[in-house]
């Protein structure tokens, strides 16, 4: 085995034993700081560790795919041929997302017809401040586990328009679950609208996010929001096939009188 490919595998044992630091990291690997940062940031990179505000190591989210994270792989065998039903309807890049301890992550992905990609893939964590799959499964925790969670965040300003504090993303979080649907409008790139909803469990929780993202000079906002019928459709119906019968918010926004369409 070579070196390089040893010393990843033992900081990712390591940090999945709980040593977080890179000062600890070096120490134990008996391997000089410069190295193991270098090491790390590619790990990092590709999701198999990430860090918190206070540059803490922790196992990534791509390695939850390799483990079978339990009711992962058969949400998405669920869930596939509705997925990918709504990306033949609407033409557009189609992402699933869970969240596990503080972590959302793009578990599948539907490309849209356009040559127009959007960055992502599956394995890596979503902005948890940024996106509409995160604002959606982060609606699903009660406040005091959401502010903890937050407090990890670091509210990187992607654009303009990237909420940037605790207390107004808990205010969105909290108005999109009562809608029943997320948007991310230029929050993330200054180039794309994104909407999501959530499914649920046979016993009413959300468990996972589907969202539609578009870029604007394919859609712009206010069609994008047109989608959501679409959307909504595709998620009750891979909820209902998990077990779940009851209710679930979905309103959809006031049609705008000059254009007809919701905005």
């Known amino acids: ?20 630091t890179l000062d600890e990291l070096a120490r134990l690997t008996d391997v000089h700081k410069s190295t193991v940062l270098r090491t790390l ?13 206070k540059h803490r190591y922790r196992i990534g989210p791509r390695l939850y795919l390799f483990a079978g994270r339990p009711g992962i792989e058969a949400m998405r065998s669920t869930a596939s041929a ?9 033409g557009q890049t189609v992402h699933l997302a869970a969240y596990d301890d503080g972590v959302v992550t793009y578990v599948d992905k539907v490309e849209a017809r356009s040559t127009l990609r959007m960055y992502s893939r599956i394995g890596l964590p979503a902005a948890l401040h940024a996106t509409a799959v995160a604002k959606v499964l982060l609606g699903a925790l009660d406040e005091p586990e959401l502010r903890r969670v937050l407090e990890r965040c670091d509210f990187t300003p992607f654009t303009p328009k990237t909420l940037t504090t605790a207390d107004a993303l808990i205010d969105e979080i ?3 679950s009562a809608r029943g649907w997320a948007v991310d409008h230029e929050e993330h790139e200054t180039f794309m609208n994104c909407i999501a909803a ?17 870029p604007n000079v394919v859609l712009p906002y206010e069609q994008v929001l047109a989608l959501l019928p679409d959307l909504h459709e595709t998620t009750a119906s891979i909820s ?24």
């Open 82 to 90: 509705a997925l990918r039903d709504l990306g033949r309807r609407t």
């Open 240 to 263: 209902h096939e998990l077990g779940f019968d009851g209710p679930a918010p979905f309103i959809l926004p006031i049609p705008s009188p000059d254009q007809g369409v919701p905005s």
């Open 198 to 214: 959530g499914i649920r469990s046979s016993d009413g929780r959300i468990i996972a996010a589907v969202s539609v993202s578009v």
């Open 174 to 176: 909290r108005r999109s």
């Open 41 to 53: 940031r590619v790990l990092e990179a590709r999701g198999y560790t990430t860090r918190d505000a």
């Open 1 to 20: 085995m070579s070196q390089s490919v040893e010393r990843a595998l033992d900081l990712i044992e390591l940090i999945a034993d709980g040593h977080a």
